[in-house]
T-cell receptor, first 112, second 114 residues
Framework: TQLLEQSPQFLSIQEGENLTVYCNSS?????LQWYRQEPGEGPVLLVT?????EVKKLKRLTFQFGDARKDSSLHITAAQPGDTGLYLC????????????FGQGTRLTINP | DTEVTQTPKHLVMGMTNKKSLKCEQH?????MYWYKQKAKKPPELMFV???????INESVPSRFSPECPNSSLLNLHLHALQPEDSALYLC?????????????FGPGTRLTVT
């Protein structure tokens, strides 16, 4: 069974600080997605990383896929209150299964 | 347009009621999914439809009955639910059933079973 371990589970920081969220597994994934979810809403796709070592930037968010495609990180620079939410990583099975494996999520709170 | 719509937004039903959740996408996606999400947990996969055919049922109780009338629509029929079935029900779609990444989620239906 593939598992994705996400850390930290909870993070509360002040506006302007930097942070990194990690998503780790012992399994190889063909791709990995990051989603952000607001309370009572569906997850919104932020980025997909496919190639080992790939780095993608979305404004103040930087996403990295590990060289071995087993882990990923999300770094936020100068966090803002609007970044508050639940961040989920999800991996696609390398065997082409139709399922995503979700991490447990990181609940991020940015305090003004 | 990467929009998946879901209706209703909120639903309260008794344990003897029959109700349906509706999901719609017009992105030409050929895979559609139902997920259940409890508070502070990640989404749990329930069903997958590929090219309008049920391809995955994650051992979901028969009181949940999915239906895919066409490539744009996905329904979830509910009957004789239990209070523990109260949750956020999410629909998602992806372009190619063979590649499940890049799933686009709808806003969800908040279901309360009384």
């Amino acid at each position: 069974t593939q598992l994705l371990e996400q850390s930290p589970q909870f993070l509360s920081i002040q506006e302007g600080e930097n942070l990194t969220v990690y998503c780790n597994s012992s399994s190889v994934f063909s791709s990995l997605q990051w989603y952000r979810q607001e309370p009572g809403e569906g997850p919104v796709l932020l980025v997909t990383v496919v190639t080992g070592g790939e780095v993608k930037k979305l404004k103040r968010l930087t996403f990295q896929f590990g060289d071995a495609r087993k882990d990923s990180s999300l770094h936020i620079t100068a966090a803002q209150p609007g970044d508050t939410g639940l961040y989920l990583c999800a991996g696609a099975d390398e065997g082409g299964a139709q399922k995503l494996v979700f991490g447990q999520g990181t609940r991020l709170t940015i305090n003004p | 347009d990467t929009e998946v719509t879901q209706t209703p937004k909120h639903l309260v039903m008794g344990m003897t009621n029959k109700k349906s959740l509706k999901c719609e996408q017009h992105m030409g996606h050929r895979a559609m999914y139902w997920y259940k999400q409890k508070a502070k947990k990640p989404p749990e996969l329930m069903f997958v439809y590929s090219y309008e055919k049920l391809s995955i049922n994650e051992s979901v109780p028969s009181r949940f009955s999915p239906e895919c009338p066409n490539s744009s629509l996905l329904n979830l029929h509910l009957h004789a639910l239990q209070p523990e079935d109260s949750a956020l029900y999410l629909c998602a779609s992806s372009l190619d059933p063979g590649q499940s990444y890049e799933q686009y989620f709808g806003p969800g239906t908040r279901l309360t079973v009384t």
